[in-house]
C-alpha cells in the first residue's frame, strides 16, 4: 500500500504544483485570475484522479479484489496529504521568494472586478474588508499554509470519499464459469 499511495500522491502533487505555477506565471503575465482558477480545479480533478487509480489497483491486485470502505478512504486520505502538501510547499516557495505582493494584486483585481459588475459602495466596502482579512492571514506563514490547504484538501477529501465509497468490495465476485 505505501508504494501505491506515494507514488500516485506524488505524481498528484508534481500534476497540482505543475499547473499552479504555470497559472501563476499566466495570471502575473495578463492579470487575470478567474481562468485560472478553471484550470486549477480542473488540475485538481485531475490530480486527485489518481486516488481512484491507487485504490482500485491496491483492491484488485493485493486483497483479492476485497477492500472495506476504511482501508480504501484511507489510501485516498494519504494520497490528498502528499500531495496538498506538496502543493502548500510550493505555493510558500513561490509566494515568498518570487510573488510577496500576491495579496496586493489580488486585492486590487477583486475590488476592480466587483466595481466593473457594478457592485454598491456598501458592496464595495465589506469586499475590501474581506479581503484585508485574508491579506492580514498572509502576514502570518501559518495563516498561509492554512489557507492554501484549504484551497486543495477538501477537493481531494471529497473525491476520497467518492472513490471509497464506489471501490468498497466486502466479498469475491462472483467469476464466470
Known sequence: MKKIVLVCGLIAGFILTS??????????ISNTYEGNMVVGYAAMILAFSLIFVAIKNYRDNYT??????GKAFKIGLYITLIASTMYVLSWLVEYYLFIPDFMEKYTAHVLTEAKTNGASQLELNQKSAEMAGYSKL???PLGVIVLTYLEVFPVG?????????LLKRKKQPMQAA
Do not use: Q
Request: proline share 0%.
Open 19 to 28: 499547473v499552479m505555477v504555470v497559472s501563476t506565471v499566466l495570471c502575473y
Open 64 to 69: 483479492n479484489r476485497i477492500i472495506s470502505f
Open 138 to 140: 498572509y502576514g502570518n
Open 157 to 165: 477529501l471529497i473525491i476520497s470519499l467518492i472513490c471509497a465509497l
